[in-house]
């Protein structure tokens, strides 16, 4: 996990993010949030924490997006009073006891504290089987630019807040949520096998989804829901979905 640690400084700083992100940046003196940047057709940009640091806001994102993520940024700001600086920070995280000054990860209960200082890396969890059992999806393997966010579960995970007025892929987002049922979508499935991620799955010969990240005989996929009915196939492995 290597994280790029960007400082968003200046007096317009929040209201510059709150017409940006899915989350609520009102919220963030109540503590870190999670959050997205979607296109304007409410795909899928980036995906990160936003931390209050006095009257300064860190994000924290993937490193492999910060450059991309920085451009946009850039690209929005015109001439807003904002200035975008990446720091030295590194990201230590666990679930264990939290160190002091560290913060609870506001996904799930279960990913544990985050804490934004010197040292980089973790305290031995497997992150990997919390993710699959809670079903949250990782920056790069099941996050990418063809990702809808209700369809990977940000509304689940606290990302996307649905009082808090327009954003960039708002109306898209805000539409899908008014949707019956989502006919597509993340979930955990049962497997029998190995494959690697990104393997299709398939069902009668017909694509009925993607196999992601797996965790004993647990994994995440992306499914189409009319199609995941029975045993289904990914590569040599067997998948099986139990609906909620």
């Known amino acids: 996990m290597t994280r790029s640690i960007l400082k968003l400084t200046g007096p317009e700083t929040r209201d510059f993010l709150q017409g940006l992100v899915t989350n609520d940046v009102s919220r963030l003196d109540n503590g870190p949030l999670y959050a997205a940047m979607l296109t304007p057709q409410g795909k899928y940009i980036a995906d990160f924490f936003l931390l209050a640091q006095g009257d300064a806001v860190l994000l924290d994102v993937d490193a492999a997006l910060a450059g991309s993520l920085v451009q946009r940024l850039n690209m929005y700001k015109l001439r807003a009073d904002v200035q975008i600086e990446e720091t030295a920070l590194k990201v230590a995280r666990g679930t264990g006891p ?72 708002q109306e898209v987002t805000a539409r899908m949520k008014h949707k019956t049922e989502l006919r597509k979508g993340l979930a955990t499935v049962e497997i029998k096998g190995n494959a690697p991620p990104g393997t299709e799955i398939t069902v009668g010969g017909k694509p009925a989804g993607t196999l992601f990240t797996q965790s004993g005989n647990r994994a995440i996929a992306y499914l189409r829901f009319d199609r995941a009915k029975g045993p289904m196939q990914a590569g040599d492995a067997t998948v099986t979905y139990k609906a909620p």
């Open 98 to 169: 939290a160190p002091a000054g560290a913060v609870i990860d506001p996904r799930h209960p279960d990913m544990g504290w985050r804490l934004y200082g010197e040292t980089a890396g973790n305290d031995g969890t497997d992150f990997d089987a919390i993710r699959v059992a809670h079903c949250i999806p990782e920056t790069g393997i099941e996050l990418s630019p063809d990702s809808f966010i209700l369809e990977v579960g940000f509304e689940r995970l606290s990302g996307v807040d649905f009082r808090k007025g327009c954003y960039v892929g």
